[in-house]
């Protein structure tokens, strides 16, 4: 682990947990992670962005290529359900878009509390039939996600099969919450090595996201869903996150299924660390990582359909 990244742990540790920890207001959540996106994370250069209706509401197209059928990256932000926009991440997802040679789109989807479940969740599947309906190919969507947002991609993915629509090239996630039941032992045994979610508050945010409905339901929580027939998924996470084993379930659950997974454990980096590309080196070691995997996933998936 290098030494900037040992720096932002404490940094973390000791402004950002505690702020999540106290955090009573979703306002409060929202304008906080707002402004600190815009002051610390940097894009790159060359990627034009701008907002466009996707299944009529508000989405944030990047585009790092003129190639009209480059691959097509549509992510959902992290946040807990209840706080992140497509500003928050977009940074991040420039630089993937770049990387890998594509456009992206960020869906604006409703938060809770005053949009609980299934809002997201239907967003999200109207978000990947309105592309279908654009004439995108679906052999050249990736979608993505992370924390919640991972969450939201994982989610859809099941409802693409169940629906029997075509799939997507590859799914990924970066840290994501699979269980909101909340049952993984890290939940309780990484509580003081997590530097950034405090164990504490995560039965509330769920309790805005899905108030009146069972936390172990597949469409809330895809570590029991089925995803018999699922194309190749991609899934990061760090070994002293709260949510380790909400991956490592998960790619369990995964290859029991069939789906080819790619998994990558890291040690001791923070929560969706690739958001920290301005900060420090191993951000973009897993962007170019997975930038790699989104050029190999599009491509065999064009070459086979």
Known sequence: MSLRATILNHWLRWTEKPFLTRATSPRALRISFELKAALFFRGP??????????????????RATTD??????????GGGFVFGSPRTIAKMVAHLAKKSNAR????????APEAPFPAATEHAYASYRALLDQGVNPAQIIIGGDSAGGNLALSLLA????????HPAGVFALSPVTDLTYS?????????????????????????????????????????ADFHGAPP????????????????????RLRAQGAPVDLTVEHDLPHVWPMFHT?????????NALADWIRVQTRASAATR
């Open 159 to 166: 409802q693409i099969i169940a629906a029997g629509d075509p």
């Open 184 to 224: 993984g032992d890290s939940v309780t045994a990484n509580a003081e090595t997590e530097v950034v979610l405090p164990a504490s508050r995560m039965t509330d945010m769920t309790e805005a996201y899905i108030p009146d409905h069972p936390r172990e339901d597949p469409s809330v929580s895809p570590l029991f």
């Open 68 to 77: 009209e059928t480059a691959p097509v990256l549509l992510y959902f932000h």
């Open 45 to 62: 250069l060359g990627v034009l962005a701008e907002w466009a209706e996707l299944a009529d509401k508000p989405a944030l197209k990047l």
């Open 279 to 287: 900060l420090i080196p191993e951000a973009h070691e897993t962007l």
């Open 104 to 111: 992206a789109v960020l869906p604006q989807y409703p938060l």
């Open 233 to 252: 998924v991609w899934l990061a996470v760090a070994d002293t996150e709260i949510l380790r084993d909400d991956t490592l379930r998960m790619a369990e």
